[in-house]
């Protein structure tokens, strides 16, 4: 009997359509981000801790989750600009993590997006400090901003939202069995994808879900989203674990090659670089599956962000 066919991959609007999409979302709302990330900064007692703060946050990125987060408030028929406060909030959560990812405890790096890293600008105590103000000035947003325009319940359940992903069973958790991965010759593709489901994927999760309950969205909604940053999550960890084996420090604007150097489980270790690129299409494909399935006004952004999680070049 021959094979069944592979299922198209199921997308509501095309490549270009996509493209063109996100590089528009991109040019009216990253300018404003930039500026209201710096600008919270800003507002913090000066001295060392708030410049260490400024030069984690300052160095760029992709900002992903903030764009995540305003991308479904869109796709739900929301206001993005209203929401600019939440999606600083995912941003310092996340450079949070990485300033403490990147501590000699941890992944011990001297890079990143491009820059020292904190604790090589500044020292390791600075790097610690500087990233504990980070993930507390997160929930300080999140519990604050936008103020009226969401209620405060949806801003309670968007913080309790936000500190699952990033605690004991999210974020946390997802380090930890990172570090004790290291050297381990014996682990599977089910432990690896569960690994990272809390290392990275649970804050891809929480971007999308703090946007979706700040739109009110229904318990449907909810679910084809919450499947869509699923799959979204795990894309863009197995594309990065195939740029670090593949990119250059200036492309990835961190140290290249730390996952092989340090014998980490990834997704190249276990498939090999083309069937890690597979693996990578077909959690892309997921996520696309899973917006069509969902109520959304527009989800061309969004089908974007699936598609640029994998076809990146940092």
């Known amino acids: 009997m021959p094979p069944a066919p592979r299922p198209a991959r199921t997308m509501r609007a095309g490549p270009t359509t996509m493209r063109e999409a996100l590089s528009r979302f991109r040019a009216r709302h990253a300018p404003a981000i930039e500026s209201a990330l710096l600008e919270v900064i800003a507002r913090q007692p000066p001295g060392r801790l708030r410049d260490g703060m400024r030069h984690a946050v300052a160095a760029g990125g992709k900002r992903l989750r903030p764009l995540l987060c305003l991308a479904t408030v869109e796709a739900l028929g929301g206001v993005p ?11 310092y959560l996340h450079t949070y993590s990485l300033v403490h990812d990147d501590l000699p405890a941890m992944d011990d790096d001297d890079l ?23 993930h507390t000035l997160a929930f300080e947003l999140l519990a604050t901003e936008p103020g009226g325009a969401v209620s405060a319940p949806a801003r309670a359940e968007a913080c309790r939202v936000l500190a699952v992903a990033s605690g004991a069973a999210g974020m946390a958790l997802g380090q930890m069995h990172d570090l004790e991965a290291e050297g381990r010759p014996d682990g599977t593709l089910a432990q690896l994808s569960e690994l990272h489901g ?89 996520a696309l599956a899973a917006l069509a399935g969902a109520k959304l006004k527009n989800s061309a952004v969004l089908e974007a962000l699936a598609e640029y999680s994998v076809t990146r070049d940092h």
């Open 81 to 91: 600009e209203n929401n600019y406060g939440p999606a600083c909030a995912l941003e």
């Open 112 to 134: 990143r997006r491009g820059q020292p890293t904190v604790h090589k600008a500044f020292d390791e105590a600075t790097a610690i400090l500087a990233g504990d103000a980070l």
């Open 198 to 286: 809390r290392k990275t994927g649970a804050l891809i999760r929480a971007s999308v879900l703090v946007g979706a309950v700040h739109s009110c969205a229904d318990g449907a909604t909810i679910a084809a989203l919450t499947a869509y940053a699923n799959a979204l999550g795990l894309a863009f960890q197995i594309a990065d674990d195939c740029l670090d084996a593949t990119a250059d420090a200036a492309a990835l604007g961190k140290t290249p090659g730390k996952d092989a150097a340090q014998n980490k489980l990834t997704y190249v270790k276990l498939l090999g670089l083309d069937g890690a690129k597979a693996a990578a299409r077909a959690e892309c494909d997921k």
